[in-house]
């Protein structure tokens, strides 16, 4: 997934009011920018750290600039260094969709329809992959972005306690008992994470229900990707650990 134009770079002040972000540019003039994360971005948002930003050449926005990447120092043994992480949720879904048309993930390839958004289950949901193909079974692919990284290549989901997350877990079980594949794909936009587990400090009810899913069926892919303020690409798969 390529950003067009390439991002650009400042200094972070501080992240408040969720979708509130104040940076210093190169010039050392401030302006708030649009944060694009629900979650707590737990360890994504030290005070100085470097930023990428972009661009809508939207005047009608009230804030026409938007939070991308975000520089992290992260602790492998003794030794300390810098990944990027890309805080916006809702690239994610993109770069997933993008990974699955150009058959990159194995168990996902073969389907000969990608549908985006699409209506399903019991509980007003919306799946974010819908992947179709004759004499196949329907495969729902619900996406989550993983930021938390933990230290020594360890990552964590949720970042914050999270009862839609499980209300996903719900229907995707929904779906299995039905007659389909269900998936639940952890998008690691993050390059100092290589293995995943759910973060059972934040929410353990979360890490219950994805254990229970499992067992009932649901399958889950963990995916890492290369990240640049050019381009986010999904290309390797990580560890699961439960």
């Not at 914050?160 to 690691?188: D, I, N, P, Y």
């Not at 293995?195 to 963990?222: C, F, M, N, W």
């Amino acid at each position: 997934m390529l950003f067009n134009p390439s991002l650009q770079q400042a200094r972070l002040e501080r992240r408040y009011k969720r979708f509130l972000a104040d940076i210093t540019l190169p010039d050392g003039s401030t302006t708030t920018i649009h944060c694009p994360n629900t979650g707590s971005m737990k360890n994504c948002q030290p005070d100085g750290t470097r930023v990428w930003y972009s661009d809508s050449n939207n005047p009608k926005r009230k804030l026409p600039l938007t939070w991308e990447l975000v520089e992290i120092p992260v602790t492998y043994g003794e030794t300390e260094i810098k990944t990027l992480a890309c805080i916006n949720t809702g690239r994610a879904n993109k770069v997933v969709q993008e990974a699955v048309e150009n058959n990159v993930i194995p168990a996902l390839s073969g389907y000969t329809e990608v549908r985006k958004e699409v209506k399903y289950g019991s509980e007003n949901s919306r799946i974010d992959l819908l992947l179709t193909a004759e004499n196949r079974q329907d495969c729902y692919i619900e996406v989550k972005s993983v930021t938390l990284a933990t230290g020594d290549g360890y990552g964590e989901f949720p970042d914050a306690v999270t009862e839609r997350g499980r209300k996903h877990l719900r229907e995707l079980v929904s779906m299995v008992k039905e007659g389909h594949r269900a998936v639940l794909l952890f998008c690691v936009q993050h390059t100092g994470i290589e293995t995943v587990s759910p973060a059972e400090s934040i929410d353990p009810a979360y890490g219950k229900a994805l254990r229970e899913a499992i067992e009932e069926g649901v399958e889950v892919l963990v995916w890492g990707s290369t990240i640049t303020p050019e381009e986010i690409v999904l290309n390797r798969e990580l560890t699961l650990s439960i």
